[in-house]
Nanobody, 124 residues
Framework: QVQLVESGGGLVQAGGSLRLSCAAS????????MAWFRQAPGKEREFVAA????????YYADSVKGRFTASSDNAKNTVFLQMNSLKPEDTAVYYC?????????????????WGQGTQVTVSS
C-alpha cells in the first residue's frame, strides 16, 4: 500500500520561505517520478514541480521557476519542495503525487498516488 504523507505547510508572510516534505512508503520508488501540485480555492489543480527519484532531474511550472526547488532524499524516501520568495498567489493546498515511470507529466490524471495535502497560506 503506497502512502504519501506531506508536511511543512503553514502561514508565512509574503517574501518568506517554507519547506514541504513528502514521505513515501509502501514501494520501491527508484523508477517513479514524484510531483507537487497545488489547488487554490475555486481554482483548478495546478502542476508545480516534478522530480525523478533516479537521477534527481527536476521540472518546474513557469510560475514557480527560480523560487521553488524540488529535491529528494532517496535514503529516506522523502521528497522536498523548498519555496522561497513566497507570494500571496502561492496560497493553496499542496499535494505530493507519484507516478510509475521516469516520464514526468504536468497533468494530475497522470499520477497514480496522492497525499492528503498540506495548506500553505501566504499573507500580504
Amino acid at each position: 500500500q503506497v502512502q504519501l504523507v506531506e508536511s511543512g505547510g503553514g502561514l508565512v508572510q509574503a517574501g518568506g520561505s517554507l519547506r514541504l516534505s513528502c514521505a513515501a512508503s509502501g514501494r520501491t520508488f527508484s523508477s517513479y517520478t514524484m510531483a507537487w501540485f497545488r489547488q487554490a480555492p475555486g481554482k483548478e489543480r495546478e502542476f508545480v514541480a516534478a522530480i525523478r527519484w533516479s537521477g534527481g532531474r527536476t521540472y518546474y511550472a513557469d510560475s514557480v521557476k527560480g523560487r521553488f526547488t524540488a529535491s529528494s532524499d532517496n535514503a529516506k524516501n522523502t521528497v522536498f519542495l523548498q519555496m522561497n520568495s513566497l507570494k500571496p498567489e502561492d496560497t493553496a493546498v499542496y499535494y505530493c503525487a507519484a507516478r510509475r515511470g521516469l516520464v514526468w507529466v504536468a497533468v494530475g490524471d497522470g499520477y497514480d498516488y496522492w497525499g492528503q495535502g498540506t495548506q500553505v497560506t501566504v499573507s500580504s
